[in-house]
T-cell receptor
Framework: GQQVMQIPQYQHVQEGEDFTTYCNSS?????IQWYKQRPGGHPVFLIQ?????EVKKQKRLTFQFGEAKKNSSLHITATQTTDVGTYFC??????????FGKGTHLIIQP | DTAVSQTPKYLVTQMGNDKSIKCEQN?????MYWYKQDSKKFLKIMFS???????INETVPNRFSPKSPDKAHLNLHINSLELGDSAVYFC????????????FGDGTRLSIL
């Protein structure tokens, strides 16, 4: 099955700084989904990318899918305390379920 | 109004016991899933269930068995609980067709004494 590697595992930033998490695969991916999990919460769907080179934005969040569809990134501009949580990339879905990266824990210092 | 609901939220039990976790979704989705999240927050698919077709992750021990009385419910039964089963178990659902967003329940935190 598909495997996705995600880095970094932890990221400490000062409030107002930018944050980026990266997701990589050795194989071409059909899609990438991104989820956010707040501390003590459950994963919440953010976005799905399916096209080569796709870029999508949600307010301060920018999501990219690589040209070769083997990597993806999530960039947050000017982090806020509400951005705290773990961000997961995930590939696949459907009958086989999602294959998740190990997540990036975002810790924000006021 | 909760879209995907799981019960119980917390489950503390002894090694060797049998327990069940219930999951219900009111989204009208055709596919439901169970995921296990370990202490390092790693999420791994255990089962998916669609129109009576069950797909099992090959790494899941056969002590774990999903049961679906109807398409809105997918319960998880665990026999002979072991220490390594301690984790948070998430139920999720999605519409059928292509790669769809998944909606997760709040999770059940299982602790084995």
């Amino acid at each position: 099955g598909q495997q996705v590697m995600q880095i970094p595992q932890y990221q400490h930033v000062q409030e107002g700084e930018d944050f980026t998490t990266y997701c990589n695969s050795s194989t071409t991916l059909s899609n990438i989904q991104w989820y956010k999990q707040r501390p003590g919460g459950h994963p919440v769907f953010l976005i799905q990318l399916v096209k080569s080179g796709e870029v999508k934005k949600q307010k301060r969040l920018t999501f990219q899918f690589g040209e070769a569809k083997k990597n993806s990134s999530l960039h947050i501009t000017a982090t806020q305390t509400t951005d705290v949580g773990t961000y997961f990339c995930a590939a696949g879905g459907g009958a086989d379920g999602l294959t998740f990266g190990k997540g990036t824990h975002l810790i924000i210092q006021p | 109004d909760t879209a995907v609901s799981q019960t119980p939220k917390y489950l503390v039990t002894q090694m060797g016991n049998d327990k069940s976790i219930k999951c219900e979704q009111n989204l009208g989705h055709d596919t439901m899933y169970w995921y296990k999240q370990d202490s390092k927050k790693f999420l791994k698919i255990m089962f998916s269930y669609n129109n009576k077709e069950l797909i099992i992750n090959e790494t899941v021990p056969n002590r774990f068995s999903p049961k679906s009385p109807d398409k809105a419910h997918l319960n998880l039964h665990i026999n002979s609980l072991e220490l390594g089963d301690s984790a948070v178990y998430f139920c999720a659902s999605s519409p059928t067709g292509g790669f769809q967003p998944q909606h997760f329940g709040d999770g059940t935190r299982l602790s084995i004494l």
